[in-house]
């Protein structure tokens, strides 16, 4: 038996061309001689719908584009993920479809209502735990239809897996939007097996690929047979169609991404999807010199092409000489349209405008920030002007302390590097240098002491080696105080960082969507209040 694992890129809210696409890979499948074709969760209406799930409009529309698809599907069935309405009831379901009928349907059992998942607000769980009758020429086949979460049952009360395989299931389908973050792969594949082991059946997994807002899903669909073997594994971060063939017994291998090649293609894939899907083409970034925004550079160059990307250096009189060559050098190097537009005789006039409103203060950080907030006034000028997006190039650890300038450096459409710490920003450029077998990127960006050069000799208050990893331990892995020290943080730094991203929840509310790679990244994953009075200190 073959069976067709379809992880095609579907757009939220874009009925139109999701079916259009789930129609042409059906097609695909049954011209490669596919005995069942299996596509993603939701794939007809795009993952995650969030509160359009409450518009009426939106539900009956994919009920449509359902009966729709069921009219033109033949004897070769057609496993999908859509929304199935019942009164007030909303479920997350997967519909099998076979000679113009909808033959059988599953509703997602684990609804996941925690970091960005809320299916919970939607959904109602589902209590059917059979498996769907299909006919395979003269066989008749039971397909354990299962959706994403209902395979993560380890902490739960119901064994999803175990319940269908239990009441039948010749083989399990689940049919997935999972998003990417680093090690997620590894994470599913060990999952996937120990089921295997377990419920002697094969297991195959069709998962989403594409970005949505700030997900990105990396596809990585894969197949097991009953004995435990994987015998298909789809490429990481593209649309594919995989034909499993359940009658081989061969073992295949998965190409496991370098840590910073998987991190680089999840974003230049993310990045790419949200201008496509947002209907953009091109952007524009201030290239200051620094190593933030030499990243954000080299993304959006293989994400957009160098056609699509412009760079403005906006010098300013502290700005240093190797900061202004590294900046054109690597414009050039990446052969992206490189301007220059110097704001040291803007700020000198804002300066000068506030000397009688500030009389007698000494300068600080209003004047630095000033500089940084007429950058972010060009950018968008040319956002306004051109139709370009801005791509901020702030990181994760900056972004954790504060270390940013609202209506400055955050400006923009889209934060391409925000799940990145500051370590991790220098590993992947020392990697696409690497990897592209030349200096793309200058050593000096790479080598020299990080600076904001908004005032005389700054460089940034940080020992990045030691605050990034802390933040991450904060942030990600909710350390107590008393943890950290045990780590052997500092007491007071322990402190003091604490602070720091404690009392910059309300810079980041306001920042633009970010990319999310990690398992804990600010926005829709973390829910922090504003107004917040507790701090373990």
Excluded at 8 to 19: K, L, R, S
Aim: glycine share 6%; proline share 3%.
């Amino acid at each position: 038996m073959k069976i067709a694992l379809c992880q095609i890129n579907a757009t939220v809210g874009d009925f139109e061309n999701n079916c259009k696409k789930i129609l042409s890979f059906y097609n695909n499948s049954v011209n490669a001689n596919a005995d069942i074709a299996v596509f993603p969760e939701l794939a007809i209406t795009g993952y995650p719908p969030q509160d359009l799930l409450l518009e009426q409009s939106f539900v009956e529309r994919n009920v449509q584009e359902l009966e729709a698809l069921t009219s033109v599907v033949d004897d070769v069935p057609l496993v999908v993920g859509y929304v199935q309405p019942n009164g007030n009831n909303l479920y997350n379901s997967a519909a099998l479809l076979q000679n113009g009928e909808i033959s059988g349907r599953y509703d997602k059992v684990l609804l996941p209502t925690y970091d960005v998942f809320d299916e919970d607000r939607y959904f109602t769980a589902g209590e059917n735990r059979s498996p769907l009758k299909a006919k395979i020429g003269k066989k008749t086949i039971f397909l354990g239809v299962e959706i994403c979460e209902d395979m993560w049952d380890e902490d739960y009360t119901y064994k999803v897996t175990d319940e269908l395989v239990n009441a039948g299931a010749d083989m399990i389908l689940n049919v997935s939007a999972s998003p990417f973050s680093e090690g997620k792969f590894c994470e599913r594949d060990r999952l996937i097996k120990r089921h295997v082991d377990r419920c002697r059946v094969p297991f195959l997994y069709c998962n989403l690929v594409g970005g949505q807002d700030e997900l990105i899903f990396d596809g990585n669909s894969i197949a097991y047979s009953a004995n435990g073997k994987r015998i298909a594994a789809a490429t990481s971060f593209k649309e594919e169609m995989v034909i499993v063939d359940l009658d081989s017994d061969e073992e295949i291998g998965h190409d496991n991404l370098p840590r910073e090649e998987e991190l680089f293609s999840a974003l230049t894939l993310g990045i790419s999807d949200y201008f496509r899907k947002t209907g953009h083409s091109r952007c524009v970034i201030g290239l200051s010199g620094g190593i933030d925004s030499a990243l954000t550079a080299c993304l959006a160059k293989e994400a957009l092409g160098e056609e699509n990307v412009l760079c403005v250096s906006m010098p300013s009189r502290f700005s240093t000489q190797h900061s202004k060559d590294d900046a054109k050098e690597l414009a050039e190097n990446l052969g992206v349209e490189y301007r220059v537009l110097a704001i040291g005789e803007l700020a000198s006039v804002y300066e000068t405008t506030f000397d009688s409103q500030f009389d007698g203060m000494a300068r600080d950080i209003t004047e630095e920030n000033i500089q940084a907030r007429i950058r972010g006034n060009f950018l968008m000028a040319f956002a306004n002007k051109m139709g370009y997006l801005v791509i901020s190039t702030g990181n994760k650890t900056e972004l954790a302390l504060g270390y940013c300038t609202l209506y400055g450096d955050m400006s923009g459409g889209l934060a391409a590097i925000s799940d990145l710490n500051k370590m991790d920003v220098y590993a992947m450029c020392k990697w696409y240098n690497q990897d592209r077998g030349k200096e793309i990127i200058p050593t000096s960006t790479l080598t020299k002491k990080p600076s904001a050069e908004l005032a005389e000799d700054q460089v940034d208050p940080f020992d990045y080696e030691v605050v990034s990893p802390l933040v991450e331990e904060i942030v990600e892995n909710h350390r107590t105080k008393a943890e950290l020290v045990k780590l052997g943080y500092d007491a007071k730094l322990v402190r003091d960082v604490n602070r720091l991203v404690h009392r910059s929840e309300f810079k980041r509310r306001q920042a633009a969507p970010g990319l999310r790679v990690t398992s804990k990244a600010f926005g829709m994953g973390r829910r922090y209040p504003i107004v917040n009075r507790f701090m373990e200190i």
